[in-house]
């Protein structure tokens, strides 16, 4: 089984917990111990949208934090380190969102949610006690959450080549921080949610959208192949080595009003 999630922006270590380094969309291998039974749900009320919203972003820090980090439960003072690194993320998103963060043009944090009620037959409430947040009147879930940043480049990355110039600044995008919730594998949120972030995408004039993904991350290749996007570069094994993570490639995808689409 396959775990779906991306890197979060935090860059914290900690002998308590296990941190995937990277940014975007991978699929990384679990033992058997962590394997979580899918749970079919009822997408005719699943909903996808941008949001500012401090309860959803709040939700969706919780979400990223349960998904890119694993710890040890019996670990002394487990909740609040949790709780710590929910309000780092948050508060990042928040001033990405916000434009106070240099050389990040626009930000925006997309929530797949659902509502509660689909979850009361989980023998587990943890994503439920994380991830609600309530809107008109309805409590929901936050069940997979992405960014997606127009701008030139992201931190420690490979950086795309089109459109080269100016014009770069502002039609130049990158998808980061995808994770969708253990228990909902297999139900095509990672699709829906990249599907959504391309027509966020172009909204935004953007004509050449990114995403890293780990060279030898087979899942997480096909998903974005099938999506679309293509190879255009790949990170140096030097890079690589420096950062203690697995080597990268760089995909590319044009969106309508790119001219090599």
């Not at 710590?84 to 106070?100: N, W």
């Not at 930000?107 to 797949?112: G, H, T």
């Not at 027509?199 to 899942?219: C, F, M, R, S």
């Not at 690589?240 to 969106?255: H, N």
Request: net charge neutral; hydrophobic share 35%.
């Amino acid at each position: 089984m396959a775990l779906l999630s991306s890197s979060p922006s935090l860059s914290i270590t900690s002998p308590n917990y296990r941190y995937y380094p990277s940014r975007r969309l991978c699929f990384y291998p679990i033992s058997a111990t962590h394997v979580v039974t899918p749970h079919h749900i009822d997408k005719s009320s699943l909903t996808i949208s941008e949001t500012s919203s401090e309860d959803q972003l709040w939700a969706a820090a919780c979400l990223r934090v349960r998904s890119f980090h694993e710890f040890k439960p019996s670990t002394f003072g487990i909740q609040d380190h949790k709780r710590y690194l929910a309000e780092r993320e948050f508060e990042a998103l928040k001033e990405r969102i916000a434009g106070k963060r240099t050389g990040f043009n626009r930000v925006s944090c997309l929530n797949a949610s659902l509502p509660l009620s689909q979850f009361l037959s989980l023998p587990d409430d943890d994503l439920c006690a994380q991830c609600k947040f309530s809107e008109n009147g309805e409590d929901r879930v936050v069940v997979g959450t992405l960014d997606v940043n127009q701008c030139m480049s992201l931190p420690d990355e490979i950086t795309g080549m089109k459109p080269q110039g100016i014009e770069g600044q502002f039609a130049r995008g990158y998808l980061s921080n995808v994770c969708v919730a253990n228990e909902l594998h297999r139900n095509g949120l990672g699709y829906d949610l990249v599907a959504k972030s391309k027509a966020v995408a172009q909204k935004w004039g953007i004509t050449d959208l990114y995403v890293h993904v780990a060279v030898n991350n087979e899942p997480a290749k096909q998903l974005y192949m099938k999506s679309g996007f293509v190879y255009e570069n790949d990170e140096p094994a030097w890079q690589a080595r420096f950062l203690d993570r697995p080597r990268r490639l760089l995909l590319w995808l044009g969106l309508p009003g790119n001219q090599n689409w």
